[in-house]
Nanobody, 126 residues
């Protein structure tokens, strides 16, 4: 099982940008599909973006498409989430998640991911 640590969260004004990082260890990172989820207090965890371990495919929630970009560096065992044009509704705790050997197109179910980071807080003020 891979262990992950997120970083890069913080407070920013609406329209600003942040870049989240997720450092992984303890597994063959290149065979993990990686995703970012977010969760507000009292709400369900929500899919944000994913990077498949095959073919460089990426997937996004409609709410962040064209504003967020997921990327990965297999040599550094890291995945990133570049967040631009941030809105107040993007305020959440953001989690990094890993799913081994999955090559399908469905990433929006948190229960399908076996490894999680501890989360990093993103706060956007309007």
């Amino acid at each position: 099982q891979v262990q992950m640590v997120e970083s890069g969260g913080g407070s920013v004004q609406a329209g600003g940008s942040l870049r989240l990082s997720c450092a992984a260890s303890g597994g063959f990172f290149s065979v993990f599909s990686m995703a970012w989820f977010r969760q507000a207090p009292g709400k369900e965890r929500e899919f944000v973006a994913a990077s498949s371990w095959i073919g460089g495919r990426t997937y996004y929630a409609d709410s962040v498409k064209d504003r967020f970009s997921i990327s990965r560096d297999n040599a550094k065992n890291a995945v990133y989430l570049q967040m631009n044009s941030l809105k107040a509704e993007d305020t959440d705790l953001y989690y990094c998640a890993a799913r081994q050997y999955y090559s399908g197109n469905n990433y929006d179910e948190p229960a399908d991911f076996g490894s999680w980071g501890q989360g990093t807080q993103v706060t956007v003020s309007s």
